[in-house]
């Protein structure tokens, strides 16, 4: 199991930028792929993006395409998630997630552990 804390959330206008940071303890982080998700009040959790255990490969919602950026860095036990050009409709807690793999995908169900969330509000 590897126990991960989101970090970094908060308010931001419209057009803003912010980085989110996932820190992870447990079992060994490189080995997996991690995925960013969200969820908007009234809404289902939606993935926003995720990467490889190497960090090579990464691949966005297309909501988030050309704004949003995942890295990661293995040595540190964290993932990151940069959100610029902000939107009201970004607004949402964040959640990241482990894959079950060094891969990652699009459904949540391929993810074994979760944060505990962080919010993200965009004011217009």
């Known amino acids: 199991q590897v126990r991960l804390v989101e970090s970094g959330g908060g308010l931001v206008q419209a057009g803003g930028s912010l980085r989110l940071s996932c820190a992870a303890s447990?079992?060994?982080?490189?080995?997996?792929?991690m995925g960013w998700f969200r969820q908007a009040p009234g809404k289902e959790r939606e993935f926003v993006g995720g990467i490889s255990w190497s960090g090579a490969i990464t691949h966005y919602a297309d909501s988030v395409k050309g704004r949003f950026t995942i890295s990661r860095d293995n040595a540190k036990n964290t993932m990151y998630l940069q959100m610029s050009s902000l939107r009201p409709e970004d607004t949402a807690v964040y959640y990241c997630?482990?894959?079950?793999?060094?891969?990652?995908?699009?459904?949540?169900?391929?993810?074994?552990?979760w944060g505990q969330g962080t919010q993200v509000t965009v004011s217009s």
């Open positions: 447990g079992q060994t982080f490189s080995n997996y792929g």
């Open positions: 997630a482990r894959h079950y793999s060094g891969t990652h995908s699009s459904s949540d169900a391929g993810y074994g552990d």
